[in-house]
């Protein structure tokens, strides 16, 4: 019993911080392994000891045969007013008192032990009879009279010592009980009770890890969103599923278009049968117009929707004016008269200035946006319940953040899904689908997937943890097809069609967007010359690219899923491992005026410098785990040699998300406000201060004092609201 009492106590407080740190800290690859090995351990120590705790008595009668152990009488005699029962008479009370009634659990101490018999037939001889003889008439002395042994009818659990008085569970024991879950050899009561928290903690954790994979299809999510926004174009991807009965219920408000104008309200539904049957296709057409002044209805793009791409297509929206804000809607294809029932009534996005206007003098768009980035998402987590595991609360406190400065889209770094986290559930495209159908059907993400225009990169667990195959896993493909269809389709156009990475301008500012898995040696390689994060095209069209932006651009985003600053431990999957690929890149990058890296992927916010000129802004989570334990230090890698320096470490926090002013509308001042949010408060900000390039020097902005610098700015704004307000 000493030993199962140990197995019970340990199991069961390995289990409780198991299970806590799963839920609640990290929900790592251990949970579906370690809580049902804990747990079965800790029910078996449970039933295991709980066998031996003696038995109150069950009936007065009973009571009565337990020797007092002082004068006081028991309980049971008070209430029986009968005399104390003989000392010491062991088992033998059951011969003197043979109407005493055997205990009711073990009725099969009644059938005569027959060595043949197996146990479960026992039982169930035992059931048919308690079935016929319901008053068990004709039991006790009857039966035992069968045997000879007088104790041949007891059961194990009645030879117990129940004659001697209970013994009471010490402090210690129940302290021990309570806190870690150690059954006691004194209280069942207190035994099934820790066993039932646990039960009840088990059933949370199979919950969470399991209802993802097993449930949560949201085969009927519908979502419509922007991806890449420039001067003249957006990408809308949606997914439209074929109308399922819930579609057409909702299909009773759809409202309808009176000439081509759609009005503000719907006042006229129409039958939906008749809508259903007219549609010729799964999917939508987009009408969009200008609000601002409110324009015509333009006839925009059909959205074409199958199966094989799970319902979701993205497509094209161009031919729009720059810097304009645009309102669009879904039509059901084939039928212009009606608003899709699974969309929103109207949405909204505002295309981006032109870069070449930007270029040649002051614009009050293109040079003073903000945009935000932040990386790795799972919904439901931390864990609240049943109920809460498509909250994304990160996603909440963004789109509040979001809405109140202004930000024009988010740059989102990897670990959108989580497909290997808790559990991989195989290579299967549907289960990589499945994991994006999740994350946009938190109602959180797709609020903010519904007003934030989102810019994607993949990282390693949109395949599989630490991915450092290139194309040779069979995870890859499925792996690739789904984040392209979910999220990458929508990115700014690649270079080569089939590439994930891909470079974009906004107004006087340029990014790069690195692939940092598909074409990755093997992290474990030797860090020599030949091991690549990018793979030799991928650096040859970043160089390119670093050569063309390099004086005709202000400010420069490098976009990498991973860490280019090697301050933290472990830093395998990160360019801490690929330092010499790193060396040839910032051997360039140092020389490049204003740049500036984005990156996620540890957990963590840091900032950093890199030789001095590159500064790095790691962020994330955006809504998951942060680490209980430190892992960044200066003394790291190239810390330790001065090229990274530390500027700012938050690493704790369920959701960060850092938000990137750019404002260059005082050429010789360009400036990105750098302001760090966890859990949607202000938590750290820093101005980056830019080297004007000389050719804007030498461009007409005002290369001015800050007095007049300002002034030049409310003059020009002045003039914006003007020009906006009236013409
Ligand atoms: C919108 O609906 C309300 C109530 O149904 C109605 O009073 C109003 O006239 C409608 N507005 C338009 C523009 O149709
Ligand atoms: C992918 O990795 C394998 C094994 O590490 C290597 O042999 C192959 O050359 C790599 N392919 C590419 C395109 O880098
Ligand atoms: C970028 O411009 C700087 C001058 O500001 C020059 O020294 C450097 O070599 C250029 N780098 C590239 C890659 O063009």
Redesign the pocket.
Known sequence: MGFARSVGGVSSALFRFAAYAFLLWIPGRFGPYLLPLFFALHTWSTLAVSRTVPRRPSTPAEAALIPKTGDAPSFAEILKEGPPAPKNEGNAVHEQHPHVKPDPDADAAVVPASPAGSLSKRHKKNRKRIANDPLSLTTGAAAAADSDDPDAHLTRRQKLPRNRPLPKATLSQIVNNLVFGTPTPTSRFLNYLSWGVNALVFALAMDAIWTPIFAMDESSLAFARIGAVSHNAVKLTARIPPPSPLVAAAAAGVTPIVAGVV???N?DPLADDELLAEDEFVGAKVIYRPTKPLGKWTSGPEIHTHEVDDWVATVNVDGLWAATEYEYRLLRPSLETAHHPAFPHSQYFTTFSDPALSAAGPSSEGTHYTFASSSCLKPGFPYTGPWGKSETRGARHFLRVAERVGVRFMLFLGDFIYADVPWHAGNAVEQYYKRYRQTFASPEVKAMAEKIPLINIYDDHEILNDYSANETSPAFGPANKAYRTYVGNANYDAQQPDQNYYDFRVGDSAFFVWDTRRYRSDNALEDTEDKTMLGQEQREAFFDWVSRVNQTVTWKFVVSSVPVMSLWSHGEDTWAAFLSERDAILDVLEHVPNVIVLSGDRHEFAAASLRTTVTEFSTSPFNMFYLPIRTLSQKHHRGATGEDTLLKYIPDGNSKFTTFEVDTRVANRPVVRVRVYVDGAEAWHLDVLGQPLPRALGRGIPVVEDAVGQLGKGLRELLAFIRRSWW
Do not use: G, K
């Open positions: 009005p503000a309200n006042s």
